[in-house]
């Protein structure tokens, strides 16, 4: 995730050329920039308690261990709090603070429940590249664009935003679109930080959350 967040990446790899179109797990993407709308409405959404029947998709799989919420409407949400942690990193140029316009990144990210890093309960591939510098305060405005994959389906969150953020672990929050599986046709939000200090070689971890709706 966020690859090239100026924080050391040891052990990883930085590779000249275009990071832009990395073929994820479901194939190439095409116009991955094109925006996502988010349907779901999140607030009206009621906590129950959750197990693992909760969370079987339609096909009767069990879903990833969740807080199962349902809504008026039959509606049906699930909410996740992931630790992701980084294992590869791709660049066209070198990580830091402040990269230019133009630099990109490809990655390859475990999830763990939080607050741990055993029992990986999926993976997240994304690519992200610095599209503009912007004028009235030099920040880098970042597009990133990742894949989730569960045992019971795949969503994808993309969007952009202040690069500053991520350097500053302020939350992000992006929008969530459901792909195969149980997450079909949902939608929802992904919020998540950069968690300085987690890991020993000072890469940071990221505090994952979310929240996705039926409809």
């Given at each position: 995730?966020?690859?090239?967040?100026?924080?050391?990446?040891?052990g990883?790899?930085?590779?000249?050329?275009?990071?832009?179109?990395?073929?994820l797990?479901?194939?190439?993407?095409?116009?991955?920039?094109?925006?996502l709308?988010?349907?779901?409405?999140?607030?009206?959404?009621?906590?129950?308690?959750?197990?693992?029947?909760?969370?079987?998709?339609?096909?009767?799989?069990?879903?990833?261990?969740?807080?199962?919420r349902?809504?008026?409407?039959?509606?049906?949400?699930?909410?996740?709090?992931?630790?992701?942690?980084?294992?590869?990193?791709?660049?066209?140029?070198?990580?830091?603070?402040?990269?230019?316009?133009?630099?990109?990144?490809?990655?390859?990210?475990?999830?763990?429940p939080?607050?741990?890093?055993?029992?990986?309960?999926?993976?997240?591939?994304?690519?992200?590249?610095?599209?503009?510098?912007?004028?009235?305060?030099?920040?880098?405005?970042?597009?990133?664009?990742e894949?989730?994959?569960?045992?019971?389906?795949?969503?994808?969150?993309?969007?952009?935003?202040?690069?500053?953020?991520?350097?500053?672990?302020?939350?992000?929050?992006?929008?969530?679109?459901?792909?195969?599986?149980?997450?079909?046709?949902?939608?929802?939000?992904?919020?998540?930080?950069?968690?300085?200090?987690?890991?020993?070689?000072?890469?940071?971890?990221?505090?994952?959350?979310?929240?996705?709706?039926?409809?």
């Amino acid at each position: 995730m966020h690859g090239g967040t100026g924080f050391p990446v040891p052990g990883r790899t930085t590779t000249e050329g275009t990071a832009r179109h990395m073929k994820l797990h479901l194939g190439e993407m095409k116009d991955w920039r094109k925006p996502l709308a988010v349907t779901a409405t999140l607030a009206a959404c009621v906590t129950v308690a959750a197990s693992q029947a909760d969370t079987a998709g339609a096909d009767g799989r069990p879903a990833v261990a969740g807080t199962a919420r349902h809504v008026a409407g039959h509606r049906t949400c699930v909410s996740y709090h992931y630790t992701e942690v980084m294992t590869k990193l791709e660049t066209n140029g070198t990580p830091g603070v402040d990269v230019p316009a133009g630099f990109e990144s490809t990655w390859l990210d475990y999830l763990y429940p939080f607050g741990t890093r055993t029992g990986q309960v999926g993976t997240a591939t994304g690519n992200m590249d610095i599209v503009e510098k912007r004028a009235s305060d030099g920040h880098g405005i970042e597009y990133q664009y990742e894949l989730f994959h569960l045992p019971d389906g795949v969503f994808t969150a993309q969007s952009a935003f202040d690069r500053t953020s991520v350097i500053d672990g302020t939350w992000i929050t992006q929008p969530v679109t459901g792909l195969t599986g149980r997450y079909q046709g949902w939608s929802g939000t992904w919020t998540w930080r950069a968690v300085p200090g987690a890991d020993p070689t000072g890469v940071p971890d990221f505090e994952d959350k979310f929240l996705i709706c039926s409809h």
